[in-house]
């Protein structure tokens, strides 16, 4: 058993620990499991709190341009209460929910550059200490597999993806951030549009798909974006023709229809209800006072069911070494323990 944090805050001897995630990517609204191992040190300690966090690598637009950070965005208590002896091991399994708008991370297995973690604290005595993080892998929903099938079907391509800082007025979102996937236009939509962006909100009942354009300007205007949403039951995964439906999306969108309403509850509205809406930008982001990842690698995307990689880079490095010991402040989704 090899423990790979010891508790620095909590003082020279004290306890270890290591967080251990049961193996495989999970799903976003799907229980999160695995086990902590506590090892007592020189001494006898009164373990008053074992939680766990999880944890995003972020980016917020400012005045001044962008920034990285991390949020947390859900907090668990695990265990705690009880007395751990001088070189006690002891284990604290756990099950715990994932919040529906998790952020996907792989595609078929294949990185889509979204960093997230799992974090565990210890507190004894009153001293709190950050101990282990571990990397979170998250595959997507059926619905949100079949949209990605589909747009690498249709011939979009994958530009990039990350967490942006911020809401989108007009959704549902709970999170403090929303993941946002850039796409490269298919062929048939280049002369229209030089990229989509691409947003996943999903809930207990459905999965909300928003769709932004930014739209080429022509010989007498200029470029500007146009935003949809969409509302899709999770059971409908299975039984729609998912390449025409989501061709039917970015038709509208790109071809900037009239807008209607699009407030029909989850589970009633038909996956092509929708709105198409030209704006300046309904994402809005505050300013980020997070701590700042250290280090930078390049990670390519390859190819995934379909969907064709372009140009993706990600600047993971050494997130999940650095961020301990950045010791600056962190946004908070407002997960209660």
């Known amino acids: ?53 999880l944890i995003a690598r972020v ?7 962008e920034s990285e950070g991390t949020a947390v965005f859900e907090r668990f208590t695990v265990g705690g209460g009880f007395r751990l002896g001088e070189q006690e091991e002891r284990e604290l399994r756990f099950g715990v929910p994932l919040p529906w708008e998790t952020p996907v991370t792989e595609l078929y297995g294949q990185p889509l550059g979204i960093v997230l ?24 929903l ?5 949209v990605l099938e589909a747009l690498g079907a249709l011939g979009f391509g994958l530009r990039s993806a ?33 990229e989509i962006e691409l947003t996943f909100l999903a809930s207990p009942a459905g999965v909300e798909v928003v769709l ?9 205007s200029s470029g500007h974006d146009a935003l949809t949403r969409f509302t899709v039951r999770h059971e409908d995964a299975a039984v729609l023709d998912w390449n025409s439906e989501v061709d039917g999306w970015i038709r509208r969108l790109t071809e900037h229809r009239e807008a209607y309403d699009t407030h029909a509850a989850y589970g009633h509205a038909p996956a ?8 300046g930008h309904h994402r809005s982001g505050p300013g980020l006072g997070t701590a700042v990842a250290a280090g930078a690698a390049g990670l390519a995307v390859g190819v995934a069911g379909g969907l064709v990689a372009a140009e993706v ?19 908070d989704g407002g997960g209660e323990d």
């Open 59 to 65: 980016e917020a637009e400012h005045e001044e341009g």
């Open 272 to 279: 092509h209800h929708g709105s198409v809406v030209d704006h």
């Open 162 to 194: 990350d967490l942006e800082l911020g809401r989108i007025g007009g959704t549902g979102q709970r999170l403090p951030f929303y993941q946002e996937i850039e796409l490269t236009p298919a062929p048939r939509y280049a002369h229209a549009v030089n």
């Open 212 to 220: 932004e354009a930014d739209k080429r300007g022509g010989p007498f």
């Open 117 to 140: 973690g799992v974090r565990t604290e210890v507190a004894v005595a009153g001293a709190r200490d950050k101990g282990d993080l571990d990397p979170l892998a998250v595959r997507p």
């Open 142 to 146: 059926p619905v949100q597999e079949a």
């Open 313 to 331: 880079v990600d600047e993971i490095g050494d997130f999940f070494e650095g961020d301990d010991e950045d010791g600056g402040e962190e946004g």
């Open 1 to 53: 058993m090899v423990f790979k944090r010891l508790l620095g805050a909590i003082g020279v001897g004290g306890p270890s620990v290591d967080t251990v995630l049961d193996g495989g990517a999970v799903r976003p609204g799907a229980p999160l499991s695995g086990r902590v191992l506590l090892r007592g040190g020189g001494s006898a300690v009164e373990i008053e709190h074992v939680g766990l966090e």
